[in-house]
């Protein structure tokens, strides 16, 4: 039985490398039985086609060049992945086929489908032959024997009964893409996108379970990635929505596509080929997603005005163009969009009952939820005539607009456009990591704060997490009353359950706010980052992690364009993450940062004037809630170092933390043993600070715990530690549980730019965290 049909086009298996790659996923996601349709590689069917004008235009020079590039491509690759036999058959297989080729070009006899159906039958070929060097069981097979047309017609029956006897159930089935054969074993080609449709097919003769399409990019969004940096990701689109978008040009997914999957459960998921590890989009029936919003472009397209148009007609058209057709009724008449190429083609089928109402147009369509298409109408066009763009028609319908100008749209309309349009609307989940002092102050601010982000986003909370119990509801929880539906509904769950159900929510975008103080959290960091999910932490580990994992965690979000925030990791809520930023991207260059970062630590040096025993001055700390339950934890000054680091990273710095020095407050014996033992040696604590007030009171200083980084000539030195600062001096003065940064840069020479203020308490961090959350707000817009 077929669990899953793959499929690969022809950029997943442009080189060597890409084969190799495409093996490695076909590996991991494959079991027996299964199938893998490919297309022809990189540019091969392009290639083809020139073949085939070049022979048209009895071009014999060109005719004799493109044989020659196809056989060197086609050669390289069999060469760098095939051994022994299995490439010396491959070779000479190859050599047969362009010998013919060859022959029937010189006897006039070649014909345009068996030609372009060879890019396939090379890919197949070649995919299985080395999965089978890899010790997976696998065969090519030629879909011409799988399905069959009379007419342009499938005829399934026979076509199901193929797929019975020809696929393997104890093999993998590389099948061709493309093709298919009439009833005389004529070569049809399925047209564009058609290897596409052939997996679809495929999966539907064979009772498949899914289909997953592995393309070059991550899946379906709501406009073209690589013109819109900004474009959302979705992990559900519903196929009605999916069906329209290629009707309207959308390059993702073809009209025929989806119809083979019309009335079946098969699941059908668009992936990357080229990062595998990234979460799919799932194409849902309908009523299993909400509509989305898109913007779709389209570029030379004929407007034609037809009579009669029969719906049947439509698909005669789109198969005889090989194109998907969209057509609709604008004030009692018909109208067909046409790809300018095509036109002549639908206008000599239609026999006289076609006129050319625009031609050589380009435009854009907005596809959105029918509740919002009246308005987005009016703000489409009123944003293009702010841009001097001239529509020359407009058809609005119940779920999209069409504008249709004379203007290409560039990248920078297309920003704008997207930005005013499609980010309206659009849903933010909120995962809450973190239920302690800080997380219950943080929940009680949301409410005031949701209404400023409603102006924006639709913000749910979806989920509360503490320890191994969450509370998750993905339409939303009600944070009025989160303490009683958490005493109610709180479930314990494991890593797995949390990321399914993370990866299941249907937002457009999803963050992650870590408000806990767990390494064992913040390492499932990458697991959202592959679940597109932006993240926010006042927690410093991921920060500080070795950095090769966190260098990795800040590509793999580059990559996704998502967004990690962490400015409460450092100073609570003091802006030093924001200022340092500022001042880098601004053209400055910092040398120097020195400072206190530990409110506790602020707090006992501060205090600390020899009236008091230092030790007493600790209990007291712990007494009031200021340190960690040890404060050694606080003494040993693995806070501090931590966020130096961070800093020193956001400096742009490779550092490890342990190439920050650190000098603990307190002496080394104090280290070891439990906390009982530490306070029967507090003596030595107090011996210790003693010592080191007297020799600062010697040099009319005074103490402070601080941490400083310094770069000089490209050099740079980090320490944490005790030093002797002058009594004039800004460390001197400053407030008992406050942080304080001084700045030194090319700018802030000699006098240096300082931030000061509370570096601790519940409520500074939480006010902190929402600064963060409205940053992360503001730039989604």
């Not at 409410?447 to 913000?459: D, I, M, N």
Request: with cysteine; aromatic share 6%; net charge negative.
């Amino acid at each position: 039985m077929v669990n899953i049909v793959h499929k690969f086009g022809g950029s997943s298996l442009s080189s060597a490398e890409r084969y190799q790659a495409v093996a490695n996923i076909v590996l991991a996601n494959t079991e027996q039985g299964d199938c893998v349709v490919v297309s022809a590689s990189g540019k091969t069917t392009d290639t083809l086609v020139k073949l085939w004008q070049s022979y048209q235009q009895n071009d014999n020079q060109a005719v004799s060049d493109i044989l020659l590039l196809i056989d060197n491509n086609q050669r390289a690759l069999i060469e760098q992945l095939l051994v022994s036999q299995s490439k010396q058959h491959a070779l000479a297989k190859l050599k047969d086929e362009l010998a013919s080729l060859t022959e029937l070009i010189a006897q006039q006899q070649l014909q345009e489908a068996p030609l372009l159906a060879h890019g396939e039958v090379w890919s197949a070929r070649l995919l299985a032959a080395y999965l089978n060097q890899l010790g997976l069981e696998s065969k090519d097979v030629d879909a011409r024997q799988l399905f069959t047309l009379h007419d342009g017609q499938l005829l399934h029956q026979k076509n199901q009964q193929s797929c019975s006897e020809l696929i393997s159930q104890n093999q993998i089935n590389v099948v061709t893409g493309f093709i298919a054969a009439d009833c005389q074993g004529n070569t049809v080609t399925l047209g564009r996108n058609g290897s596409d449709y052939s997996a679809t097919l495929l999966a539907s003769y064979t009772f498949a379970k899914q289909v997953s399409i592995w393309t070059d990019t991550q899946g379906v969004f709501s406009t073209d990635p690589r013109k819109v940096k900004n474009a959302v990701k979705y992990n559900k689109v519903c196929r009605e929505q999916a069906n329209l978008l290629a009707r309207l040009g959308n390059p993702v997914l073809h009209a025929k596509t989806l119809s083979p999957l019309k009335g079946s459960d098969i699941k059908l998921v668009v992936r990357s080929s080229f990062d595998c590890e990234a979460s799919p989009t799932e194409v849902v029936k309908e009523g299993y997603s909400k509509a989305k919003r898109f913007i779709t472009t389209l570029d030379n397209i004929d407007l034609l005005r037809v009579d009669k148009l029969s719906s049947g007609e439509v698909g005669e058209l789109s198969q005889l163009i090989q194109h998907s057709l969209h057509h609709f009724v604008k004030a009692g008449d018909t109208y067909l969009l046409v790809p300018g190429s095509c036109t002549h083609q639908v206008v000599s089928y239609l026999a006289g009952r076609a006129n050319i109402v625009e031609s050589n147009l380009s435009g854009c369509a907005v596809v959105a939820p029918s509740s919002d298409i009246s308005s987005l109408a009016e703000q489409t066009t009123a944003l293009l005539k702010e841009q001097s763009i001239n529509t020359r028609f407009v058809q609005q319908d119940e779920n999209y607009v069409l504008v249709l100008k004379d203007q290409a749209i560039d990248s920078d309309v297309l920003t704008l456009l997207h930005d005013k349009l499609i980010n309206k609307g659009q849903e933010l989940a909120v995962i809450v990591a973190g239920l302690g002092n800080v997380g219950e102050v943080f929940l009680t601010q949301l409410q005031a704060q949701l209404k400023r982000l409603s102006e924006h986003y639709e913000v749910k909370v979806v989920a509360l997490l503490r320890s191994k119990q969450m509370l998750f509801s993905a339409s939303g929880l009600n944070t009025d009353m989160w303490q009683e539906q958490w005493q109610n509904e709180a479930q314990n769950y494991e890593k797995e359950e949390l990321l399914t159900r993370i990866s299941e929510l249907d937002y457009e975008h999803k963050v992650i706010v870590d408000i806990t103080a767990s390494e064992a959290f913040s390492l499932l960091y990458p697991d959202f980052v592959e679940l597109n999910c932006h993240l926010i932490s006042a927690n410093k580990y991921a920060g500080t992690a070795a950095n090769s994992w966190y260098q990795n965690l800040r590509t793999n979000l580059a990559e996704r364009n998502l967004l990690w925030r962490y400015n409460t990791s450092v100073g609570a809520g003091l802006p030093i993450n924001f200022a340092l930023a500022d001042l880098q991207n601004s053209g400055d260059k910092i040398n120097r940062i020195e400072g206190v970062f530990s409110g506790t630590l602020s707090w006992l040096c501060s205090s600390y004037d020899g009236s008091v025993p230092f030790s007493d001055l600790v209990l007291q700390a712990q007494q009031m809630g200021y340190t960690e339950p040890d404060p050694r934890e606080d003494l040993s000054g693995r806070d501090m170092q931590r966020k130096l680091l961070i800093l020193a990273r956001d400096l742009g710095l490779d550092l490890e933390l342990d190439d920050i020095a650190l000098t603990p407050l307190m002496p080394e014996e104090l280290a070891a043993g439990s906390w009982q033992d530490f306070l029967a040696n507090k003596h030595l604590l107090d011996e210790f600070m003693t010592a080191k007030a007297e020799q600062a009171q010697v040099e009319n200083k005074l103490v402070r715990y601080t941490g400083a980084i310094t770069i000089t000539n490209g050099k740079v030195k980090a320490e944490v530690g005790l030093v002797n600062v002058a009594k004039d001096d800004v460390l001197a003065s400053l407030k008992p549980g406050d942080n304080i940064f001084v700045i030194n840069s090319q700018w802030y020479t000699d006098n240096a730019l300082v931030i000061q203020g509370p570096g601790a308490g519940k409520e500074v961090t939480a006010a902190g965290v929402h600064s963060d959350l409205y940053w992360l707000v503001n730039n989604l817009k």
